[in-house]
């Protein structure tokens, strides 16, 4: 299916893999013979996850570190050169709606800052929550207890921590009996962990992996965190155009690159997308195609992939870039998606709707060079 409508390369990773553990060289091949079989390339690992004690700095560290290099080094000998891992505290991604309903009968992936605050307050009930937020955030938190019911409660339980978080980390799963329980311990491991410490992390997990990238020519691209904000009180260290300097500043080895997820970083309206591609093309080593619309009281949606920004960075990778593997991302649930039971963002349907236009922006940029 995927080669029918006009795929090349597969961004996929070894799911059934604890993580942790390491990606033996068998396992490696064979889901890279899987994949050339239907005549595809393994052309992204997203991701191979860096483990929570690499993140804060746990007593393992070090072994999880080697670990690491070791999974590294199988992938590289295997020839899959392209890894998208992220550095992102608990949270790889969060929304608070994953059918957001479109006039068209679409849905989309949605953030509704006032829910987020109501789940932080009332529902995790982390201390200090409430300083965190504006008054006129928490003016609709207020006025969405009153109406808020214990079915709502569990949709922003499900939405937030289980169903978008258990297919991508594994930190939090369906079968959890207590979530939100499980997701207070692990927000508890980041206590006095500050934007900078995060950052001495990330410099120091890089600065031991990047021998092996430069034995084997692998490419490290974060991805930006998402939102790109600060989020029940963790750090976060990959939001704006300062924050990517810095880690590009504090590993300067041409294979710490980054992601360029144009969806997270213009999920912030202090980003602008369309510059920080200009700027950052070079550094870009994998791209997320897809972009958000941030409303005037903060909230923020997924939107159509013929934006005019994501036109203009499609165009800027297509002519500095050329080459750079890049996924189309978050489509709308569209003719039956919803009903075929795929993970939030990832239809079948609605990311062939956006590869067509993609691919069609792309034949157009192209030609007209």
């Not at 550095?87 to 059918?99: C, I, Y």
């Not at 880690?247 to 912030?268: D, E, I, K, Q």
């Not at 619309?293 to 203009?312: A, C, S």
Request: aromatic share 8%; with cysteine; charged share 25%.
């Amino acid at each position: 299916m995927l080669r029918q409508i006009g795929v090349e390369g597969i961004v996929t990773a070894l799911h059934h893999i604890p993580n942790g553990e390491i990606w033996t060289l068998e396992e490696v091949r064979k889901m890279k013979d899987y994949i050339e079989s239907h005549g595809l390339r393994w052309s992204v690992v997203e991701s191979l996850p860096v483990s929570e004690s690499i993140k804060y700095a746990g007593p393992d560290r070090d072994e999880l570190i080697e670990k690491y290099k070791v999974s590294l080094a199988n992938l590289g000998k295997a020839g899959v050169k392209t890894i998208c891992y992220n550095f992102m505290p608990v949270l790889d991604w969060a929304r608070t709606d994953l059918e957001y309903p479109n006039p068209d009968g679409t849905s989309n992936l949605y953030f509704n800052r006032a829910e987020f605050a109501y789940f932080d307050i009332h529902i995790l009930k982390r201390e200090g929550a409430e300083n965190d937020y504006s008054p006129e955030v928490l003016q609709r938190v207020a006025d969405l207890k009153k109406e808020m019911t214990p079915e709502g409660e569990k949709r922003l339980v499900d939405n937030i921590i289980v169903k978008t978080q258990g297919f991508v980390n594994g930190n939090i799963s369906e079968s959890d009996f207590d979530p939100v329980g499980k997701f207070r311990d692990l927000l508890d491991l980041y206590k006095g962990i500050t934007p900078e410490k995060l950052r001495e992390n990330m410099a120091y997990f890089l600065n031991a992996i990047m021998p092996v990238c430069d034995e084997y020519g692998i490419d490290m691209c974060v991805h930006p965190d998402d939102p790109p904000m600060p989020i029940l009180g963790l750090p976060r260290i990959v939001t704006c155009d300062a924050d990517i300097e810095a880690f590009l500043n504090a590993v300067p080895n041409p294979h710490n690159g980054l992601t360029f997820c144009a969806g997270s970083l213009s999920a912030g309206a202090h980003n602008d997308v369309v510059q920080l591609a200009r700027k950052y093309a070079k550094n870009t080593h994998f791209a997320h195609i897809r972009i958000c619309k941030v409303m005037p009281n903060g909230d923020f949606k997924e939107t159509t992939h013929l934006d005019p920004r994501l036109i203009e960075v499609v165009k800027i990778f297509e002519t500095e870039k050329p080459g750079v593997p890049m996924r189309v991302d978050h489509a709308p649930l569209m003719l039956g998606d919803e009903k075929m039971g795929y993970n939030a963002g990832y239809s079948f349907h609605g990311r062939m709707l956006a590869l067509g236009e993609v691919s069609g922006l792309m034949a157009a940029i192209n030609q007209l060079k």
